[in-house]
């Protein structure tokens, strides 16, 4: 069974396009995470919601909307797509008991932007 | 700014030898240290991890050597194998926060039979 599962897998598409990444966990964590990868294997934190409140949310352009319609689900929307998005885009998950616990990635989103 | 700092940037080691990999962090507050591993088209996984209560710790053939005065830690691979080639990624955050992990830029580690 999967635990944290991304679709699609890859995605090209042209500048300007909107598109959606969509992520489900299966594990009844409270606290999922979108995390962009570049090509040097940078691996940034996007945004984090806990039981769909939006508790991270780090400088990236208002282009990238995420959407948690409950806690198993957090998606990522992104409008007007730019070549420097072109990245692995991961989503992740976690408890939330006490504190900081082991997050669990999904496989990835390959977002290739022509 | 970069939290979490992260050497060498990557490393090639014979099998059965010591794979090393060195991280710095500058937040005091930090008091959680997990070392991720991922492979080629792959999400990264939890390898192993340690809070500063301990000086080491040891699972298997990974360990975790942590100086809290010189806020460093390091991952050891001992017997090094080429199952084990893949990019580790260092990080580190508050245990008590909002479950935020800042994560060193990787190292690519190489082992050849």
């Known amino acids: 069974d999967t635990a944290v599962s991304q679709t699609p897998k890859y995605l090209v598409t042209q500048m300007g396009n909107d598109k959606s990444i969509k992520c489900e966990q299966n594990?009844?964590?409270?606290?999922m995470y979108w995390y962009k990868q570049d090509s040097k294997k940078f691996l940034k934190i996007m945004f984090s919601y806990n039981n769909k409140e939006l508790i991270i949310n780090e400088t990236v352009p208002n282009r990238f909307s995420p959407k948690s319609p409950d806690k198993a689900h957090l998606n990522l929307h992104i409008n007007s797509l730019e070549l420097g998005d072109s990245a692995v885009y991961f989503c992740?998950?976690?408890?939330?008991?006490?504190?900081?616990?082991?997050?669990?990635f999904g496989p990835g989103t390959r977002l290739l932007v022509l | 700014q970069q939290q979490v700092k992260q050497s060498p940037q990557s490393l090639i080691v014979q099998k059965g030898g010591i794979s090393i990999i060195n991280c710095a962090y500058e937040?005091?507050?930090?008091?959680?240290f997990p070392w991720y591993q991922q492979f080629p088209g792959k999400g990264p996984a939890l390898l192993i991890a340690i809070r500063p209560d301990v000086s080491e710790k040891k699972e298997g053939r990974f360990t975790i050597s942590f100086n809290k005065s010189a806020k460093q830690f390091s991952l050891h691979i001992m017997d090094s194998q080429p199952g084990d080639s893949a990019t580790y990624f260092c990080?580190?955050?508050?245990?008590?926060?909002?479950?935020?992990?800042?994560f060193g830029k990787g190292n690519q580690v190489v082992v050849i039979p």
């Open positions: 594990l009844g964590h409270d606290t």
């Open positions: 992740a998950s976690s408890p939330f008991r006490e504190g900081l616990e082991t997050q669990y």
């Open positions: 937040n005091t507050a930090f008091d959680y």
């Open positions: 990080a580190a955050g508050p245990v008590y926060g909002n479950n935020r992990l800042a």
